[in-house]
């Protein structure tokens, strides 16, 4: 293909892409550009994304018409729209544009904090255990569990029928109360194990429980 004039709509797109940016750039930026934001969208793109030499025939051909102007800075040279081009907002599109604005900042924020918030959801959820693991400690405090109530009949049954010395009697009432109070702890401990697991799966409370074969009264 022979470097020839560009056509009007290769011209036209590339000058109204730097009115509707209106920043400076070179030519490369332009064509870096123009080939991420449309790649392959319109037919005029595809001879940008081959010859860069295009872009900078538009861009200068942009400069001939006065829609855009060009600086040599450090030997680069740089276009820009030419400011009489662009167009001016009024106060009422500015205060407009302003409450836009505003919105766009006050959902960021709400966004923000609603990630912030579910991040550290998630980091609960990393540090918890996982279901498998729930399953093996549920196993764990029913044996606990059935120990701990045989213990207290065996100790129950034993204060019944065997004579106990007045002396001991304090010491054994206090083991008592304790096994029973550890017992107590580690029931609580597997009800809410069982209804963190009934959360996390289709089960009701109740099948779970039958399923388990765990008492919980």
Same mark, same amino acid.
């Given at each position: ?58 861009? &200068?051909?942009?400069?001939? *018409? ?40 006050? *959902?960021?924020? &709400? ?26 400690? *549920? ?46 702890? *580690? ?14 799966? &289709? ?15």
């Amino acid at each position: 293909m022979s470097k020839g004039q560009p056509d009007e709509s290769t011209i036209e797109a590339v000058c109204n892409y730097m009115l509707q940016q209106n920043r400076p750039y070179s030519a490369v930026d332009v064509w870096n550009n123009l080939r991420q934001e449309y790649p392959k969208a319109a037919s005029f793109l595809l001879s940008l994304n081959d010859f860069l030499w295009q872009v900078v025939k538009c861009l &200068d051909i942009g400069v001939e *018409r006065k829609i855009l102007c060009e600086k040599l800075i450090s030997k680069q040279k740089i276009y820009f729209a030419d400011q009489s081009k662009i167009k001016k907002c009024n106060e009422e599109e500015l205060r407009v544009m302003n409450e836009a604005i505003a919105s766009k900042k006050s *959902r960021q924020t &709400d966004l923000s904090n609603e990630l912030k918030a579910l991040k550290s959801e998630l980091k609960t959820y990393e540090t918890s255990l996982s279901i498998e693991e729930m399953y093996a400690l *549920r196993e764990r405090l029913k044996t606990e569990i059935k120990e701990m109530e045989l213990h207290i009949s065996n100790v129950e049954e034993s204060a019944k029928t065997v004579a106990i010395n007045k002396t001991k009697k304090p010491d054994l009432v206090a083991k008592l109360e304790s096994y029973k109070k550890q017992c107590k702890e *580690r029931k609580r401990l597997a009800e809410s194990i069982v209804e963190t697991i009934c959360e996390n799966t &289709d089960l009701s409370k109740k099948k779970l429980i039958d399923e388990m074969g765990f008492e919980m009264e």
